[in-house]
Structures are given as structure tokens and as C-alpha cells.
T-cell receptor, first 116, second 113 residues
Framework: KAGVTQTPRYLIKTRGQQVTLSCSPI?????VSWYQQTPGQGLQFLFE???????NKGNFPGRFSGRQFSNSRSEMNVSTLELGDSALYLCASRRGTPGHYTDTQYFGPGTRLTVL | GESVGLHLPTLSVQEGDNSIINCAYS??????FIWYKQESGKGPQFIIDIRSNMDKRQGQRVTVLLNKTVKHLSLQIAATQPGDSAVYFCAEGFSGGYNKLIFGAGTRLAVHP
């Protein structure tokens, strides 16, 4: 079974631009979460989507947004990029079986975003 | 590969020795805890998890211990191998928070031959 895939793997943008990152979950997984990883702040939760609905959100500004499609694929968007947005953006998927909130999360390899 | 964290605490062990990686968590309401391993250039890889109503769980070569009294979690790796070299993260999860995980800062494990 294929794992979580993320595209692109590397991205370079300049301040003020916007960026869209894509995540394809493991087949059959309905929940997708996004995390930001930086050396200074570590791994921080951005948001979670399930059945095309955002179910949980971390403490990030509104410039960070996301969506999920009917096939469970997800995208996240960052508008008006700042230097501090440079990070590894990780996507994680899980089955999302109702009542089984401890389904294991499986992470993708991440998208390395560099903002110049 | 990319560096996960430039100033993480590092645990250095000899190949074949047992490793113990510790983690302190903050929220007594956490329902479950997970250990992840992250190698350079890769996403975190699930190792083992434990529910808050347990105090010990064993996997293949790994054991997780949970002490809720002092809010402490540890990961024990038996017979550490060079392939175990990576950054290890503990994460706490909340049933009311759906899929949200709160990650610790991470510990770098360096295995020397």
C-alpha cells in the first residue's frame, strides 16, 4: 500500500508570494492533518480535515488555510509569505474511523519550503 | 539531508547497548502518547503508542513506559543498532482534540559502532 505522498518536495518562494502544497493520504484514510516543522519551534499542528471539513485548528494566522477534496486529498495554502514561514510542512493521514480517535497517524516525507 | 533540529539534546550510545529516551509532557488530560522516529530528510515514522490507562507497552525491541504521576514518558530501545540513529519525538494526543498531536522537542539518538 502506498504511503502518504506530498508534492512538491521542495519549493522556493519570495516574500509576499503565496504557495499551495498538496497531500495524498494513504488509500482508505479519510483524515488528513498538517504540521509545520522548524528547528526553533519543532513540530506544530496546523489543522485537520475529515470528510472535507476542518475539524481542528492550531494557533496559526489566517494566512494559513487548507481544504480537503472528496477523494480525501488535501491542499494547504499560505498567502503573503514571510521569511518565518520557511519550514518543512508535513502531512499525516489516518483512517479516521468514528470513535477510534487514536488511529495511528502516518506522515508523508514533507515539503521543504524556503522563503527568500 | 535536512537537519531536523540543530540544537536538540543528543543521546550517544554504543551499538548493542540499550537506549532510554525520556520525555516530559504537560497535560494531564492527554489520552494517549506516541513515539515517532524521524530520519534526516524523512517524515516522522510511528514506533509505538500507549493509552493513558496503561503504564507499559512493548513492541519489537522497544518498550514505552508511562508515569502519569510525574507526567513522564520513556522509550527504551534494546540492542541499539546504527539504523536506530535518528531524532525521536514523543507526542501527546487528546480524545477531545480529534487528530491533534502535541509534539515534544525531540532527542537525537547517535549510535556508535
Amino acid at each position: 500500500k502506498a504511503g502518504v505522498t506530498q508534492t512538491p518536495r521542495y519549493l522556493i518562494k519570495t516574500r509576499g508570494q503565496q504557495v499551495t502544497l498538496s497531500c495524498s493520504p494513504i488509500s482508505g484514510h479519510r483524515s488528513v492533518s498538517w504540521y509545520q516543522q522548524t528547528p526553533g519551534q519543532g513540530l506544530q499542528f496546523l489543522f485537520e480535515y475529515f470528510s472535507e471539513t476542518q475539524r481542528n485548528k492550531g494557533n496559526f494566522p489566517g494566512r494559513f488555510s487548507g481544504r480537503q477534496f472528496s477523494n480525501s486529498r488535501s491542499e494547504m495554502n499560505v498567502s503573503t509569505l514571510e521569511l518565518g514561514d520557511s519550514a518543512l510542512y508535513l502531512c499525516a493521514s489516518r483512517r479516521g474511523t468514528p470513535g477510534h480517535y487514536t488511529d495511528t497517524q502516518y506522515f508523508g516525507p514533507g515539503t521543504r519550503l524556503t522563503v527568500l | 539531508g535536512e537537519s531536523v533540529g540543530l540544537h536538540l539534546p543528543t543521546l550517544s550510545v554504543q551499538e548493542g547497548d540499550n537506549s532510554i529516551i525520556n520525555c516530559a509532557y504537560s497535560n494531564s488530560a492527554s489520552d494517549y502518547f506516541i513515539w515517532y522516529k524521524q530520519e534526516s530528510g524523512k517524515g516522522p515514522q510511528f514506533i509505538i503508542d500507549i493509552r493513558s490507562n496503561m503504564d507499559k507497552r512493548q513492541g519489537q525491541r522497544v518498550t514505552v513506559l508511562l508515569n502519569k504521576t510525574v507526567k513522564h514518558l520513556s522509550l527504551q530501545i534494546a540492542a541499539t543498532q546504527p539504523g536506530d540513529s535518528a531524532v525521536y519525538f514523543c507526542a501527546e494526543g487528546f480524545s477531545g482534540g480529534y487528530n491533534k498531536l502535541i509534539f515534544g522537542a525531540g532527542t537525537r539518538l547517535a549510535v556508535h559502532p
